[in-house]
């Protein structure tokens, strides 16, 4: 079942202590974040409104930014009472609006938000932001799915675009845990063959394992679900041997979108692709295409995301939720336990931090 809209109105007058995963050096994500309790935040700025965090979700990207391997970090915190500078991590969540700032009419107490901006430390229970940086959702999608819509969907949502894509045509992807619309056909490559029906059932269209994709035969019978129609864009999360086995069921003039390497692998890719087939191989960061685009622009795409959710085009991952309750010590526990797990490798879901009072 969907994890089902809950919204929590916070009265001013009853101000809750600060809470938030914080770390002061990146190093070994089992050691370096805490959850750890400051004064409560002050009153939103002009043009910012206080939103009481409801869902964050853990990324590959959060774990990057903990391990300090990720071209971007958030900003410092020196606002907390602390002799250093502090992190709060999370780059996606959603919120619900508590308090507003001078200046905002765009937003009411009660509103409920995704978080749009990056790194906007989304893994705390109440956060001071730029109300013109968030999107409100609505009341049709999911806490889950707005928790988890601005990262993933985002790029599937732009790359087609970026190669110029219309409906009909084909995508393959890998990492596939997550089914993409968008009015694009798509053949799926999960990293479990247990997961196969579970993505037919999420709308792939056809779902093949890593396994299968070293078949010899395997070209023709993509032939035979393509119609003989070239594959266009692969999007690539997974890099290394699968990634070279998958560039074979390409067409001509295809293009490939890597944009995560979740095998910890180069990508390696034959150079007769790029001659003879005509291939263009670009790299996608989330990040990057946030600063070279207007705020009407993301929120424009945000929509397109909130209307494919609306409409079941699209669906959220699978998904535990991880309800952060206790003192400082055994919150931390919990979010080092499912980090410890994360390091093992292949889970099948996404892990998501609730917020609970
Ligand atoms: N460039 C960007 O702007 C951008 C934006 C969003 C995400 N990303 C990247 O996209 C990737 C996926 O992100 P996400 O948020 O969708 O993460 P996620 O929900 O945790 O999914 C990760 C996927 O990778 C698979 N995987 C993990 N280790 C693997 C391995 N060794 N070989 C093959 N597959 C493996 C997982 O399979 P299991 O189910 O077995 O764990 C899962 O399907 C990450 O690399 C992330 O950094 C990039």
């Known amino acids: 079942m969907p994890h089902r809209l809950t919204i929590h109105v916070r009265r001013p007058s009853k101000r809750k202590p600060f809470r938030a995963f914080v770390f002061e050096q990146p190093g070994n994500p089992l050691e370096c974040v805490n959850l750890r309790s400051f004064a409560p935040l002050p009153n939103p700025r002009p043009g910012q409104v206080q939103l009481k965090m409801l869902m964050a979700p853990i990324n590959p990207s959060d774990v990057n930014v903990l391990q300090g391997v990720y071209p971007f970090k958030p900003p410092p915190r020196t606002d907390l009472g602390t002799e250093n500078a502090l992190y709060v991590p999370g780059n996606e969540g959603v919120g ?52 988890t819509m601005s990262q993933s969907p985002y790029g599937f949502d732009v790359a087609p675009k970026l190669c110029q894509l219309s409906g009909g045509d084909f995508v393959v992807q890998n990492g596939a845990n997550s089914a993409v619309g968008i009015g694009l056909r798509t053949i799926n490559l999960p990293n479990h063959d247990s997961l196969k029906q579970y993505l037919q059932d999420l709308g792939g269209d056809h779902v093949l394992t890593y396994e299968e994709l070293g078949d010899p035969s395997i070209r023709d019978r993509v032939n035979g679900w393509t119609l003989g129609k070239p594959i266009r864009l692969a999007l690539n999360c ?35 692709l790029f001659i003879f087939k005509n291939l263009t191989a670009h790299g996608f960061m989330l990040g990057t295409w946030f600063q070279r685009h207007s705020m009407d622009e993301r929120r424009t795409v945000m929509q397109e995301i909130i209307g494919m959710l609306e409409n079941g085009q699209i669906k959220e991952p699978a998904y535990e939720i991880l309800p ?34």
Not at 243 to 257: E, F, H, I, P, Y
Not at 343 to 356: A, M, R
Request: net charge positive; proline share 3%; no cysteine.
């Open 96 to 147: 619900v609006v508590v308090e507003v700032g001078n200046g905002v009419n765009s937003l009411k107490v009660g509103d409920r938000v995704a978080l749009a901006m990056p790194q906007a430390g989304t893994w705390s229970n109440f956060l001071n932001i730029d109300a013109a940086s968030l999107i409100p959702t609505g009341n049709r999608v999911t806490d889950v799915q707005a928790a």
């Open 238 to 272: 997974v890099s290394g041997k699968h990634t070279t086995s998958m560039m074979r069921l390409v067409g001509k003039d295809a293009n490939l979108v890597s944009y995560g390497a979740m095998s910890k692998q180069p990508l390696s890719l034959p150079t007769s």
């Open 324 to 357: 952060l309750r206790g003192n400082d010590v055994e919150i931390t526990r919990t979010l080092q336990n499912v980090l410890s797990k994360l390091e093992e490798g292949s889970h099948g879901k996404k892990f998501i931090l609730q917020f609970v009072d």
